[in-house]
């Protein structure tokens, strides 16, 4: 008995569509939105995973194929294109000046396809390159170009990807 309202819990806890806000969205085909959401104003691909205790905000645009994990805050004014996977705790930052708030002093983040983010980094406005990867808990704070591995904070190239590790991004 008891085992079989673990279940019925745990089926219950993992139903999307549950406790979130979603709003004004294009949401594409086959892209799953768990719960404890509050997505607004914004446009996610098809074949996505959004996880729980997610925040996108308005003018976010996701492409196909992406994994955003659980705790993110995805500010407006990112794009991120196809393939990217956004770790648990990543946090985008488009205002240099957090106190004003005023939409002016916002800049825009493109996150190129392919690229990996690790868990708890944060982005500022810049531009990460194609199959970039981004180290856990990097803070990155200008362009990354593509194929780089950065990691620290602030967050600088650690090397660029072999040929071999190009591959095994691009079979995604």
């Known amino acids: 008995m008891a085992e079989q309202k673990v279940q019925q819990k745990s089926e219950q806890q993992y139903q999307p569509n549950q406790h979130q806000l979603i709003n004004n969205c294009f949401i ?42 659980s ?23 488009n205002d240099l000046l957090p106190p004003s708030g005023d939409p002016k002093n916002w800049k825009r983040t493109i996150i190129k396809k392919g690229a990996s983010i690790g868990s708890n980094a944060t982005i500022l406005p810049v531009t ?13 704070t200008k362009d990354v170009p593509a194929d780089s591995v950065v990691v620290g904070n602030p967050a600088k190239v650690l090397r660029q990807l072999n040929q071999k590790e190009k591959e095994m991004i691009n079979k995604k």
Request: with cysteine.
């Open 71 to 93: 705790h993110s805050f995805i500010c407006s004014l990112v794009t991120i294109e196809d393939n990217v996977f956004v770790g648990h705790g990543v946090m985008f930052i």
């Open 28 to 69: 594409g085909r086959n892209t799953k939105i768990w719960n404890f959401v509050n997505i607004y104003d914004c446009t996610i691909g098809d074949n996505c995973m959004v996880g729980t205790f997610v925040e996108i905000q308005k003018d976010v645009a996701i492409g196909n194929n992406c994994r955003i994990q």
């Open 128 to 140: 990460i390159g194609e199959n970039s990867i981004i180290g856990a808990g990097a803070v990155v």
